[in-house]
């Protein structure tokens, strides 16, 4: 009984920062590196940012680089992404995922979230 559960989202203005949480339960949360992805209407989904296990090494897609953090807790159980000057093009379907190790492809992960909606207004 893996879960994965976003929050978070929501309408922010152009500019503006928000804070993703994603809450792990059902697995042991520091065997797994963590990933975000987001997927846009008629879109595939995409890779965001990843972390390894004890959050020492991440990677992010260059239209993020910057900007946004990825980080986790592992006492809590919960992976973040960190927002800041969004974009309307960062208006997507936030999923978290957990899988064995950070990687960029979608496929490699055994775990999803039931996503979360971030809308940026110009």
């Known amino acids: 009984q893996v879960q994965l559960v976003e929050s978070g989202g929501g309408l922010v203005q152009a500019g503006g920062s928000l804070r993703l949480s994603c809450a792990a339960s059902?697995?042991?949360?520091?065997?797994?590196?963590m990933g975000w992805f987001l997927q846009a209407p008629g879109k595939e989904r995409e890779f965001v940012a990843t972390?390894?296990?004890?959050?020492?090494?991440?990677d992010y897609v260059d239209s993020v680089k910057g900007r946004f953090t990825i980080s986790r807790d592992n006492v809590k159980n919960s992976l973040y992404l960190q927002m800041s000057s969004l974009k309307p093009e960062d208006t997507a379907v936030y999923y978290c995922?957990?899988?064995?190790?950070?990687?960029?492809?979608?496929?490699?992960?055994?775990?999803w979230g039931q996503g979360n909606q971030v809308t940026v207004s110009s």
């Open positions: 972390i390894n296990r004890f959050g020492g090494s991440t």
């Open positions: 995922a957990a899988g064995n190790s950070p990687r960029r492809e979608k496929g490699k992960y055994d775990f």
């Open positions: 059902g697995l042991t949360f520091s065997s797994y590196a």
